[in-house]
């Protein structure tokens, strides 16, 4: 069973732009959360979506959005990117909102 | 605000020898918790979960210990292997498999042989 899949592996952005980072989860999982990991901040929650809606959220500003599709598969927003936005950003799946979390191996945005 | 904290930012251990990772945590609403283990260029991968109800989980050679009323947990992992050498990160949940994980900031771990 292929894992989950994150695209794009690297990215590079200035400050200003926006940017789309997507996620597949794995085969039959419906649950997808994002997280971002900094050396500052370590690993930090950033939302969960579960058929379609958003059932939680970190504390990051309004410029961090996502969204889940029908088949799963999720997209993460970042608009007006600065630069304490570089960071590794992760995505995870589960079977459903309370099964254990399987992480794909993430995007890593730079923004200068 | 570090509600889950790894003060052991790297830990050396030879081959053959227990690790033990410590973990400890803040927040008294924690329920369940979770180590993970990370490979550079890799995402983090489960290893082991344990529910407040109980102080002892064990898969294979990882055992993992809770005691509730110091908020700390520890991973120990027996015999240690050259594999065993990346990043564990200590996590913690509200509600046991709730997707809001809270993480500790990792420790490096790193076989000797």
């Known amino acids: 069973k292929a894992g989950v899949t994150q695209t794009p592996r690297y990215l590079i952005k200035t400050r200003g732009q926006q940017v789309t980072l997507s996620c597949s989860p794995i085969?039959?999982?419906?649950?997808v959360s994002w997280y971002q990991q900094t050396p500052g901040q370590g690993l930090q929650f950033l939302f969960e979506y579960f058929s379609e809606t958003q059932r939680n959220k970190g504390n990051f500003p309004g410029r961090f959005s996502g969204r889940q599709f029908s088949n799963s598969r999720s997209e993460m927003n970042v608009s007006t990117l600065e630069l304490g936005d570089s960071a590794l950003y992760l995505c995870?799946?589960?079977?459903?909102?309370?099964?254990?979390?399987?992480f794909g191996p993430g995007t890593r945005l730079t923004v200068l | 605000d570090q509600q889950v904290k790894q003060n052991s930012p790297s830990l050396s251990v030879q081959e053959g020898r227990i690790s033990i990772l410590n973990c400890d945590y803040t927040?008294?609403?924690?329920?369940?918790f979770l180590w993970y283990k990370k490979y550079p260029a890799e995402g983090p991968t489960f290893l082991i979960s344990?529910?407040?109800?109980?102080d002892k989980n064990e898969d294979g050679r990882f055992t993992v210990f809770l005691n509730k009323s110091a908020k700390h947990l520890s991973l120990h992992i027996v015999p240690s292997q050259p594999g065993d050498s990346a990043v564990y990160f200590c996590a913690a949940s509200e509600v046991q498999g709730a997707q809001k994980l809270v993480f500790g900031q990792g420790t490096r771990l790193t076989i000797n042989p």
């Open positions: 344990i529910s407040s109800i109980k």
């Open positions: 995870a799946s589960s079977t459903g909102p309370t099964d254990t979390q399987y």
């Open positions: 927040n008294s609403m924690f329920d369940y």
């Open positions: 085969s039959g999982h419906r649950s």
